[in-house]
């Protein structure tokens, strides 16, 4: 590592005010808008695909390590309950472009390695946090549940989840708003979005076009962060 | 008993009624549908690849290769001086994420007051002034800005500019979480007590006066509190933003990647969750001193 050289490397300087002029103005060509819609929607398609796929892996994991379906007195209980847990933080320790890089190297570039990719990461957060809201469900109307002689799946769904639904559905709509940042830096591994025009974009040197896409970027964001907070508002509620 | 189809249909409105949060959910439901219909439908989306031998086959090679079985080079792992490079390489990766929290933590400690609604509208004491206004506008634009646009691609910009290192991977952590970090104390401070401010404010006290002893001390433990989850955060992205910035363990694993040194592949994955589970560890104590608990 050299720490001695230069901060701006050479034509950094020069850089810096060529991509700070080209915002006056950014590229809002109609040829360029098009591409950049259709970028959006590509980064749309493969949040959304990721994020519900880290549904699909992080609720069943989530519920199992919430421990709620399990006998107090079953001697699966403890292993069952730390082996999820232990599961669930690997999978969110490594970041997701970083499980995206792994899974390219395994099974190849494909659609499917960059929504699984994003997915296990938002798993492991998504399953975590159901498991606590879970836990946290109030314990009265279960033990009328469990009274009324209603095995654990029932009390599962007619009781656990039914009360704790309005925080994870919130909690899930607020990760959607992260797994569109995600999703617009899988283009790092290859696949297509906002993140892969921007590098391209960069890479032409037509700043202003980068200025176009970040704008794209940053309202799509706003636009999501808006949604998710009134569900969240209308959830609470 | 009901029968006729209006009546069912009034039933089961006033059972349920379309609250926003459902009509989002069917919304939801509809885009889901709409974006794996695209996905699996436009060209090769590889999932029935997902289930064919050959993909299991170079996954299980892959792996074996990570443990470096069927191969007659010693493994990175079996060697201390590889170990002893790649905990160098963790430590910049450390530094790079302490940085970048810094610079964070700096940003939206100079932005706070301009940010709060209740500073810039009068409520907590002091006229409201136009300039206070725009100020908040422009603030709280920087914080959406910087945001909205993840790591990766302030990194890939910031890179154009500086020469490769830590310090451009810094700064494009540092961008991104002073939008977030700003806006969460930002919001802090709003929903503070106002009642030691405005008496600062009634005593004659400026507005550092009133920073430093009517909202810092409320603000503070939960601005901590903040900085340290997204510490967590920022260390788990820093080899991310490595891969671009040239910077800590990110380079050194694309590289290692592309040279196909998949054992030292595994020693930098190894000194990775150290670094992630060394970083949650701390930073949950850190979290327990700020509450003064």
């Known amino acids: 590592m050299n720490w001695g050289g230069p901060i701006i490397h050479t034509g950094g300087g020069w850089s810096a005010i060529q991509f700070l002029t080209a915002l006056f103005p950014p590229d809002f060509s109609p040829d360029f808008l098009a591409i950049a819609f259709k970028a959006t929607w590509q980064t749309v398609t493969y949040a959304v695909a990721g994020i519900t796929l880290a549904v699909a892996i992080g609720l069943p994991l989530g519920i199992i390590a919430s421990g709620t ?119 790092f591994v290859g696949i297509p979005g906002l993140g892969f025009q921007i590098q391209i974009s960069m890479h032409d040197l037509l700043f202003s076009q980068v200025w176009t896409l970040l704008m794209f970027l940053v309202a799509l964001i706003v636009l999501v962060d808006l949604w998710s907070t009134r569900v969240r508002r209308s959830l609470l509620a | 008993m009901i029968r006729s189809p209006n009546a069912i249909r009034a039933y089961r409105q006033q059972r349920q009624p379309l609250t926003f949060a459902r009509a989002s959910f069917y919304a939801f439901f509809l885009i889901a549908a709409t974006s794996w219909g695209f996905i699996l439908l436009s060209g090769d989306s590889g999932l029935t690849d997902l289930f064919t031998t050959k993909t299991w086959g170079n996954a299980g090679r892959f792996l074996s290769a990570m443990l470096g079985l069927n191969s007659e080079l010693t493994p990175a792992y079996l060697q201390a001086s590889r170990w002893m490079d790649t905990g160098k390489l963790a430590y910049h990766t450390l530094a790079m994420s302490v940085l970048a929290i810094g610079i964070a933590g700096i940003g939206a400690f100079l932005t706070l007051l301009l940010a709060a609604r209740n500073v810039s509208n009068g409520d907590l004491g002091g006229a409201p002034s136009r300039a206070g206004t725009v100020a908040y506008h422009v603030t709280r634009a920087s914080y959406i800005f910087s945001r909205g646009v993840p790591e990766l691609v302030w990194a890939m910009i910031i890179v154009f500019f500086l020469s490769p290192g830590i310090l451009p991977g810094a700064l494009a952590l540092g961008f991104h979480n002073y939008g977030i970090v700003g806006r969460l104390t930002a919001e802090v401070v709003e929903n503070l007590d106002p009642a030691p401010a405005r008496a600062l404010r009634a005593a004659g006290a400026g507005n550092t006066k009133m920073l430093l002893y009517g909202i810092l001390p409320q603000a503070l433990p939960q601005f901590i509190t903040y900085l340290l989850y997204r510490w967590e955060v920022v260390i788990r992205t820093t080899v991310v933003v490595g891969f671009v910035s040239s910077g800590g363990l990110g380079r050194e694993f694309i590289l290692r990647l592309s040279w196909f040194h998949y054992t030292d592949v595994s020693v930098i994955i190894v000194w990775y969750l150290a670094l992630v589970i060394g970083v949650d560890l701390l930073s949950a104590w850190l979290r327990r001193l700020a509450r003064f608990e």
Request: glycine share 6%; with cysteine; proline share 7%.
């Open chain 1, 69 to 187: 379906i399990l006998k107090e007195s079953s001697p699966w209980r403890t292993p069952l309950i730390a082996s999820t847990r232990l599961l669930l933080g690997a999978l969110r320790a490594v970041h997701e472009l970083v499980w995206a890089v792994l899974l390219v190297a395994a099974i190849g570039l494909s659609p499917m390695a960059a929504i699984i990719a994003l997915a296990l990461p938002y798993a492991g957060i998504l399953g975590r946090i159901y498991a606590e809201l879970l836990q946290d469900v109030p314990q009265q109307p279960l033990q009328a549940l469990r009274a009324a002689g209603a095995s654990p799946l029932r009390v599962l769904l007619y009781g656990y989840l039914q009360m704790a639904l309005p925080d994870m559905l919130g909690y899930s709509f607020y990760r959607l708003e992260c797994g569109i940042r995600a999703a617009a830096i899988m283009s």
